[in-house]
């Protein structure tokens, strides 16, 4: 099965930052890379599909870049609603890996 | 609005038996590729399981032959039967619906608790 890491576990920031996550695939998947949001206690949520493309209703700061075996997230001036854990998940073919998790954290 | 709604977790002793509601509104389930994500306490995602429209299923290797996914299209209800549970098991079981592409989720519902324990 194709394996997802994400880097890092722990991020500390902080309001108005500009934040980067990183995840890995063990393989190439094209571009068929999505990005989840999760807050304590709640469901993921869809922010990002296809490695780059919006979810509707997700705000702008959020931009997702990558193709083949390394993609990342950005999160342009952080919002205190922005932290969270955050998972990236390849879905070309099942089994659908996610990676471990980013937990961003309020410095 | 779409929304989905887990019920039938719980404390269940190794080896025993449980299933798992998934009670959707605003979209017909046997339209959509429905899915079961389970998260350990403190763990990442892992998915489970996948209903395709026509009613082909997959599953993890971790569950294959203890897990079986089906729905009942007259309640709009999606169900995980789970049986020779183990402590492993333990997590919160969330059902999520692609309608595009099988293992994009773009709805989930809140997740129920099953906790697999002696």
């Known amino acids: 099965d194709i394996q997802m890491t994400q880097s890092p576990s722990t991020l500390s920031a902080s309001v108005g930052d500009t934040v980067t996550i990183t995840c890995r695939a063990s393989q190439s998947i094209n571009t068929w890379l999505a990005w989840y949001q999760q807050k304590p206690g709640r469901a993921p949520k869809l922010l990002i599909y296809k490695a780059s493309t919006l979810q509707s209703g997700v705000p702008s700061r959020f931009s997702g870049s990558g193709s083949g075996t390394e993609f990342t997230l950005t999160i342009s001036s952080l919002q205190a609603d922005d932290f969270a854990t955050y998972h990236c998940?390849?879905?070309?073919?099942?089994?659908?890996?996610f990676g471990q998790g980013t937990k961003l954290e309020s410095k | 609005e779409v929304q989905m709604v887990e019920s039938g977790g719980g404390l269940i002793r190794p080896g025993g038996s449980l299933r798992l509601s998934c009670a959707a509104s605003?979209?017909?389930?046997?339209?959509?590729?429905m899915s079961w994500v389970r998260q350990a306490p403190g763990k990442g995602l892992e998915w489970v399981s996948l209903?395709?429209?026509?009613?082909?299923?997959f599953y993890a290797d971790s569950v294959k032959g203890r897990f079986a996914v089906s729905r009942d299209n007259s309640k709009n209800t999606l169900f995980l039967q789970m049986n020779s549970l183990r402590v492993e098991d333990t997590a919160v079981y969330f059902c999520a619906t692609a309608k595009t592409v099988p293992g994009l989720f773009e709805n989930w519902g809140q997740g129920t608790l099953v906790t697999v324990s002696s």
């Open positions: 605003g979209f017909t389930i046997s339209s959509n590729y």
């Open positions: 998940q390849r879905y070309n073919n099942h089994p659908y890996t």
């Open positions: 209903i395709y429209s026509g009613g082909t299923t």
